[in-house]
T-cell receptor, first 116, second 114 residues
Framework: DTEVTQTPKHLVMGMTNKKSLKCEQH?????MYWYKQKAKKPPELMFV???????INESVPSRFSPECPNSSLLNLHLHALQPEDSALYLC???????????????FGPGTRLTVL | AQSVTQPDIHITVSEGASLELRCNYS??????LFWYVQSPGQGLQLLLK??????LVQGIKGFEAEFKRSQSSFNLRKPSVHWSDAAEYFC????????????FGDGTTLTVKP
């Protein structure tokens, strides 16, 4: 199984809502990533988890809260978002993030988030 | 400043024609280099990667890329484009001193004419 799955596919939320994005992989990968991608732009790294510990936080606002409950799952909790947070949120995984950076990242199809 | 540049925002080629997408990087050392493709509404898929060794690397879907240290380039090529190749293409780099952090170019949109 070389797939990264993300749910939901689409999400519309108000600025006062709390929601969560979910990501799952069963490839035995120990590194997982969250990216934000605006239309016609490249993905921007948000968070990296390595062995279920947060290893990189790219100065993301606290209204985004990542969680890695186990090695297969990655969540992104959303609270009090702004309309400018509307984007495609991509999850990825790789064998490891740590030692070399050589590992291919496998991307999920993304969650299209709209904040009203 | 360290950067990844894809000079061409949009390229249009006819089906069956050859393709070259450009990627230049500006780093002190040679980074690890990747090319990804993204179809509309989809995630990214790795086409190929370069770490060291043979400077011509083969990837999936008939793509290849050549690393040229003297030009700090890693251009993607395909000898004959298919309509299904229409997509967004991203060049990405990872520094071995900052593993886990990919920096992407702004992307090149490929349109294929019938």
């Amino acid at each position: 199984d070389t797939e990264v799955t993300q749910t939901p596919k689409h999400l519309v939320m108000g600025m006062t809502n709390k929601k969560s994005l979910k990501c799952e992989q069963h490839m035995g990968h120990r590194a997982m990533y969250w990216y934000k991608q605006k239309a016609k732009k490249p993905p921007e790294l948000m968070f990296v988890y390595s062995y279920e510990k947060l290893s990189i936080n790219e100065s993301v606002p606290s209204r985004f809260s990542p969680e890695c409950p186990n090695s297969s799952l990655l969540n992104l909790h959303l609270h009090a978002l702004q309309p400018e947070d509307s984007a495609l949120y991509l999850c990825a995984s790789s064998q490891e993030s740590g030692s070399s950076g050589r590992d291919e990242q496998f991307f999920g199809p993304g969650t299209r988030l709209t904040v009203l | 400043a360290q950067s990844v540049t894809q000079p061409d925002i949009h390229i249009t080629v006819s089906e069956g024609a050859s393709l070259e997408l450009r990627c230049n990087y500006s780093y002190g050392a040679t980074p690890y280099l990747f090319w990804y493709v993204q179809s509309p509404g989809q995630g990214l898929q790795l086409l190929l990667k370069y770490f060291s060794g043979d400077t011509l690397v083969q990837g999936i879907k008939g793509f290849e890329a050549e690393f040229k240290r003297s030009q700090s380039s890693f251009n993607l090529r395909k000898p004959s484009v298919h309509w299904s190749d229409a997509a967004e293409y991203f060049c990405a780099v990872v520094l071995n001193t900052n593993a886990g952090k990919s920096t992407f170019g702004d992307g090149t949109t490929l349109t294929v004419k019938p």
